[in-house]
């Protein structure tokens, strides 16, 4: 089967004058979060009451911590961060479609329900630089992605700290990007992909101005005062590869270093200077690197750049980045279309049917799961199917696979089917939502209940 890729993709075959171009909003977040249990309420973080939601979230936590019992749980499950995220998210509709943790260091990705068939090829990946590259406290996590056919690439880092160690910062965000690959023909390193978002806790600083003129700035506002000796600021003037990436004014207060539970900067015998240690850059391909950039382009427009302050559990205050993507979509259509034959229930046995729309390399690894309505990851499945072992009929157009009745949730509920591709790392179809219906044992199980009668 043919394997999906930018350049040679069934959607863009025909002529590209056929596909308007579309906007898509992306709400990023970095914050370290310096050890402290989640907090109460995102809504803040997240601009839950924006009117215009999101597409895309992509969160970036540092010091995400975990005691020694902690940890060996976190291994088996999500981490408290991750579960905060996905019990808020969910419900509005999003799901996680990536995640990847090294040791403190965290990314998660959440996507509308309705772009996950065109969110594709899905890879993490991971990059040591702590104690002599052995230890995880330090370094880069990344997600890769095809997002309607165009490459994406988050890297969320935690460098080296103190003021000092600008240098050893940017070796190790070069180590980083050296040492990173990906199994994707058309995006091998961080480099090649259309669109590279770098953030996190970068811990760059502000030298030479001393402590009193800093935080008179900040008193006034007059932050581009300090942007001058900002070091990652005065480094993009003289390193080529920091040159290629962009990043909005720090029109705002520094966010690091804070009392805890407080919004007061560093009143501890050390009094550190505040800095903009959190920071969320791009980098868009420079145009004419592949044909294909001429003909579908992806333009980025940064819509706001700003630290919240509503949070003062960590040292640092979280930055939040707002962008609005325009593509072409390279995709159209899903790779799979399913459904589920007939009325399902406990009481009988049921089958999936599923056909494909466009060729793609499956796997017997491949798999179909239910899930109820507002699930929030792909491993929140009620139960699953192996496509292959499963199948019990197929034609030129149509799959079915079976599924056991003893599988399937006896008080039911709405629910919808996905289809899971292992070769591709994602969900490639997903069905409309439909109705599993109560069991006939648990509605009189229910009407015992409501009667205090005997069962018979």
């Known amino acids: 089967m043919m394997e999906d890729n930018e350049e040679h993709n069934p959607d863009t075959t025909t002529s590209n004058e056929n596909y308007a171009k579309q906007s898509f909003r992306l709400h990023m977040v970095t914050w370290n979060v310096a050890t402290a249990d989640p907090v109460d309420d995102l809504a803040s973080l997240l601009q839950l009451g924006s009117p215009r939601s999101p597409d895309l979230y992509v969160i970036g936590l540092q010091e995400v911590y975990s005691g020694p019992v902690q940890l060996v749980a976190d291994l088996a499950f999500d981490d408290g961060w991750s579960r905060l995220f996905m019990t808020t998210l969910a419900p509005l509709g999003y799901l996680k479609v990536s995640s990847i943790r090294m040791q403190g260091l965290l990314i998660l990705v959440f996507s509308k329900l309705d772009h996950v068939p065109f969110i594709r090829d899905i890879q993490s990946t991971f990059t040591r630089t702590g104690i002599f590259g052995y230890w995880g406290n330090k370094g880069g996590v990344s997600v890769r992605l095809s997002f309607y056919g165009h490459s994406l690439c988050f890297l969320n880092c935690h460098l080296a700290a103190h003021m000092q160690n600008a240098t050893e910062r940017l070796d190790e965000f070069e180590h980083i990007l050296d040492t990173q690959t990906f199994e994707s023909p058309q995006a091998p390193s961080i480099l090649d992909h259309r669109l590279v978002f770098w953030f996190g806790d970068l811990n760059f600083r502000i ?139 406990a009481d009988m046995d049921a089958m999936v049917v599923y056909s494909t729309l466009q060729a793609f390399p499956s796997s017997h690894w491949d798999w179909v799961g239910l899930f109820k309505v507002g699930f929030s990851c792909v491993s929140d499945y009620i139960t699953y199917a192996w496509v292959k072992d499963d199948e019990v009929a197929s034609s030129e157009e149509l799959v079915r696979v079976y599924v056991s009745k003893w599988e399937i949730p006896v008080l039911g509920g709405e629910c919808v089917l996905c289809y899971f591709s292992s070769a591709l790392h994602c969900i490639i179809g997903i069905s409309q939502p439909f109705k599993v219906h109560m069991s006939q044992v648990a509605v009189e199980e229910g009407l015992v209940a409501e009667t205090g009668l005997p069962r018979p």
């Open 207 to 345: 030298q030479d101005h001393g402590m009193h003129f800093v935080r008179s700035c900040i008193e006034n506002q007059t932050y581009q005062l300090l942007w001058s000796k900002e070091q990652l600021t005065m480094m993009k003037k003289k390193e080529p590869i920091l040159q290629e990436f962009e990043e909005g004014p720090l029109d705002f207060q520094p966010t690091y270093k804070f009392d805890r539970n407080s919004h007061v900067y560093d009143s501890s015998g050390k009094k550190r200077k505040p800095a903009w240690t959190d920071r969320i850059l791009w980098r868009l391909r420079p145009q004419g690197g592949k044909d294909q950039d001429l003909e579908l382009p992806l333009k980025i427009r940064q819509e706001s750049y700003n630290s919240d302050m509503t949070y003062s559990i960590s040292d640092h205050k979280p930055v939040v980045g707002l962008f609005t993507l325009e593509l072409k979509k390279r995709q159209q259509t899903p790779l799979v279309q399913l459904y589920p034959e007939g009325d399902w229930s």
